[in-house]
T-cell receptor, first 112, second 117 residues
Framework: SQQGEEDPQALSIQEGENATMNCSYKTSINNLQWYRQNSGRGLVHLILIRSNEREKHSGRLRVTLDTSKKSSSLLITASRAADTASYFC????????????FGTGTRLKVLA | EAGVAQSPRYKIIEKRQSVAFWCNPISGHATLYWYQQILGQGPKLLIQFQNNGVVDDSQLPKDRFSAERLKGVDSTLKIQPAKLEDSAVYLCATQLTSGSASSYEQYFGPGTRLTVT
């Protein structure tokens, strides 16, 4: 079963605009990660936020986590055509088994 | 650092045939995962190895799927016999989960796209 649900399922924006995608999950977590998947390729790790953190930045990425609402958001600022990809959140319940459950993904298209 | 290698990249088979996928992890990565990703969905964990032992295979359809990780390095995933619904991308991912440099980050291979006709 999939733990995370991303929304929107698809997002189309103009280059230079910001893109926000959200992830909701069902059970308590130890950490939440965001991955990017370009068409026809494997996933690439973007950023990890731990359950005791509320916000994290990495370059043009900003991730927030609200454990009370069991949700996270990923913001990509000043988007580029190269950001066109699918974005997935993955949650780890911290049981020590390093087991991850991926969400359904948001397909982002950045128009040049 | 070399990435996770997978082969073949593409495979087309008829239903009821068998197929095998191979994964070579990043050197030193003790944890290895096989995921199934159906078009338009997120990756679904099939099996997780820690070294050469199985940690979790609860979502592996054991009547047709099998996997092994001999010597705790390379891994193979086999489907026998294949069904139409097995058409998907099979992703291998590895993770450094031992030692002081252990990390939660998973490194994914490019995947094998399987089409069952």
């Amino acid at each position: 079963s999939q733990q995370g649900e991303e929304d929107p399922q698809a997002l189309s924006i103009q280059e230079g605009e910001n893109a926000t995608m959200n992830c909701s999950y069902k059970t308590s977590i130890n950490n939440l990660q965001w991955y990017r998947q370009n068409s026809g390729r494997g996933l690439v790790h973007l950023i990890l936020i731990r359950s005791n953190e509320r916000e994290k930045h990495s370059g043009r990425l900003r991730v927030t986590l609200d454990t009370s609402k069991k949700s996270s958001s990923l913001l990509i600022t000043a988007s580029r055509a190269a950001d066109t990809a699918s974005y997935f959140c993955a949650t780890d319940r911290g049981s020590g088994t390093y087991k991850y459950i991926f969400g359904t993904g948001t397909r982002l298209k950045v128009l040049a | 650092e070399a990435g996770v290698a997978q082969s073949p990249r593409y495979k087309i088979i008829e239903k009821r045939q068998s197929v095998a996928f191979w994964c070579n992890p990043i050197s030193g990565h003790a944890t290895l995962y096989w995921y199934q990703q159906i078009l338009g969905q997120g990756p679904k964990l099939l099996i997780q190895f820690q070294n050469n032992g199985v940690v979790d295979d609860s979502q592996l359809p054991k009547d047709r799927f099998s996997a092994e990780r001999l010597k705790g390095v390379d891994s193979t995933l086999k489907i026998q016999p294949a069904k139409l619904e097995d058409s998907a991308v099979y992703l291998c991912a590895t993770q450094l989960t031992s030692g002081s440099a252990s990390s939660y980050e998973q490194y994914f291979g490019p995947g094998t796209r399987l089409t069952v006709t």
